[in-house]
Nanobody, 116 residues
Framework: QVQLVESGGGLMQAGGSLRLSCAASGRIFSIYHMAWYRQAPGNQREMVAT???????DYADSVKGRFTISRDNAKNTWYLQMNSLKPEDTAVYYCYAVEYGPNIYWGQGTQVTVSS
């Protein structure tokens, strides 16, 4: 089993920055793919950014150039640095991990609200 706990959400004005963290515990040695997703009211959950254990990253077109996903293996944590925030970035953000099996895990979600 893998447990994921997000932190770092909150309220920010447009143009500001926030950093989300996702701390993993449990069978973390088996995780090979990590990501951030988000879900706005009335919308489907969508991928924001992904990172593999090899360090390969991918981003949704809507956040390219503004958001950066990274990881700290020593802390078993990955991050989402969000710059130049826009009101349309308002959503609940979820961290996500896949372990060999495959088994998929989700965090509980953290609210990000961007005011205009």
């Amino acid at each position: 089993q893998v447990q994921l706990v997000e932190s770092g959400g909150g309220l920010m004005q447009a143009g500001g920055s926030l950093r989300l963290s996702c701390a993993a515990s449990g069978r973390i040695f088996s995780i090979y793919h990590m990501a951030w997703y988000r879900q706005a009211p009335g919308n489907q959950r969508e991928m924001v950014a992904t990172i593999t254990t090899g360090g390969n990253t991918d981003y949704a077109d809507s956040v390219k150039g503004r958001f950066t996903i990274s990881r700290d293996n020593a802390k078993n944590t990955w991050y989402l640095q969000m710059n130049s925030l826009k009101p349309e970035d308002t959503a609940v953000y979820y961290c996500y991990a896949v372990e060999y099996g495959p088994n998929i895990y989700w965090g509980q979600g953290t609210q990000v609200t961007v005011s205009s």
